[in-house]
Nanobody, 130 residues
């Protein structure tokens, strides 16, 4: 059973943009934490942006001003809009879901630790050339 399916990866030039999509089945889409990760060649997988079930968004500092995560509840799809792409943004982008939200200072948040996520998609490749 495929719980998450990414699409939208492509090859772009520096400064370009892409929008990635992640389609989820009903149960997975309802997870507390649904997050985009990426993995560059030779590097560890890192969380970049995601939703907490209460509706808040979270971003890694390196993408805060360039990436936007959104969702379409009717389509059960999560999106990642990426602007001003840089060579360091290249890699395989994964969608992941887990139920590990926690309260931090009165606000629900999701830690971007891989081991906390239960379901993963197969990934979609993003290449950024200079």
């Amino acid at each position: 059973q495929v719980h998450l399916q990414e699409s939208g990866g492509d090859s772009v030039q520096t400064g370009g943009f892409l929008r990635l999509s992640c389609e989820a089945d009903s149960d997975t889409y309802s997870s507390e934490c649904v997050t985009w990760f990426r993995q560059a060649p030779g590097k560890e997988r890192e969380g970049v942006a995601g939703f907490v079930f209460a509706g808040s968004r979270a971003y890694a500092p390196s993408v805060q001003d360039r990436f936007t995560v959104s969702k379409d509840n009717a389509k059960k799809t999560l999106y990642l809009q990426m602007l001003n792409l840089q060579p360091e943004d290249r890699g395989v982008y994964y969608c992941a879901a887990g139920n590990h939200a926690r309260l931090d200072g009165g606000r629900w948040t999701c830690d971007f630790h891989m081991r906390l996520y239960t379901f993963w998609g197969q990934g979609t490749q993003v290449t950024v050339s200079s």
